[in-house]
């Protein structure tokens, strides 16, 4: 029951050699987006205000990466040179061809260093482009600096204080979580072995589960690659709210079966604590690790009887699309993915 979107931002940092723009400058009241209409965290400008670009930063056990994508107008320019300032302190020169890294033909750029997962390191950047653009056998040159959108750059200056040109450096706090990718959820009707496992197809509402109500149960099973090696144990996934609004059937139907608030029984109780998302909430499944495997433990049976058996839902399921949310523990102290949402829709196939 899972769909997960994970997201890991860096940054990076620009400066800039002059303050001035040379032969042919970029004209302000043109093909311009200033820096507060742009979403991104990390935007890349030429002549100070000329969106050009992104740059993503991201940390894994074995190095920081660094990526640029020149999604803006360049306005016919091309990338002459790159100047990338990278450290554990700041920069103490403000010229970017004394800078020590560069980017590579696809504007990419790996530093190998070994990191902990969770671990916040603070690292230090800067990054300037020189671009150039022939005309009429004429070379015109622009530069461009990355400019955090947030503000938190800092402008160079010279020795006696005084700002250094319009570029900038900053300091970055760079984090490595569990990410979960390519992920596979497949369902059996019967778990005698051989067990014939059939994959769920993934929509824009989530996977898809079409199902009869003359089947007892469906069995789900997950697949995945992660980023980091989680640590051996349940991941518990809970039932996002259900608006009793847009899905009165939902609770309609568990009413009838006996789960509701005060409600008595065996199992009932245990399950009104499923569906209600209130503090009390109990998993409706569990992500299970166990020496590098992964399987899809049932949240009622586990909470009811104490019994790990695979993840199963009933035949007669109110149609709908849910959610479920949760995390996965890397192995590591401090090593907690963000929060996971996943959805699956379910839909009556009778």
Known sequence: MITGSFLVSGALLNSCKKD?????????????????????????????????????????????????????????????????????????????????????????????????????????????????????????????????????????????????????????????????????????????????????????????????????YYYLDADFEISVPLADGLNAFYLDPVDPVENPQFWTDWYNKGVFEGCTGTWQPVMWEIINADGSQLPMFYVKVLDGEYSLIDGLMYAWLGMQVTLQINGDYTPGTYGFSGTLLGDGEFCESDLMTIYLTMTNCN
């Open 20 to 216: 001035e723009m040379r032969e042919n400058p970029v004209n302000a009241g043109e093909q311009q987006l200033l820096k507060d209409e742009t979403t991104c965290a990390l935007p890349l400008y030429m002549g100070q205000t000329h969106y050009i670009g992104c740059v993503d930063i991201y940390i894994d056990a074995m190095g920081v990466y660094l990526s640029l994508n020149l999604d803006g107008d360049l306005m016919g320019y091309e990338v002459a040179e790159s100047h990338l300032y990278y450290g554990t302190a700041a920069p103490t020169m403000w010229q970017p061809g004394q800078f020590p890294y560069y980017l590579d033909e696809n504007l990419t750029w790996m530093h190998a260093e070994e990191f902990d997962c969770g671990v916040i390191y603070n690292r230090w950047f800067a990054l300037h482009l020189q671009l150039e653009k022939v005309v009429d056998g004429v070379i015109y040159e622009e530069s461009a600096w990355l400019l955090p959108a947030d503000g938190s750059g800092m402008p160079f200056k010279n020795n006696k204080g005084k700002p250094v040109g319009w570029g900038q450096y900053f300091m970055l706090e760079l984090q490595y979580l569990p990410e979960m990718s390519n992920l596979q959820l497949f369902y059996t009707l019967d778990l005698q072995e051989p067990i014939t496992w059939t994959e769920l197809t993934y929509g824009e509402s989530g996977y898809l589960l079409c199902y009869n109500e003359s089947v007892d």
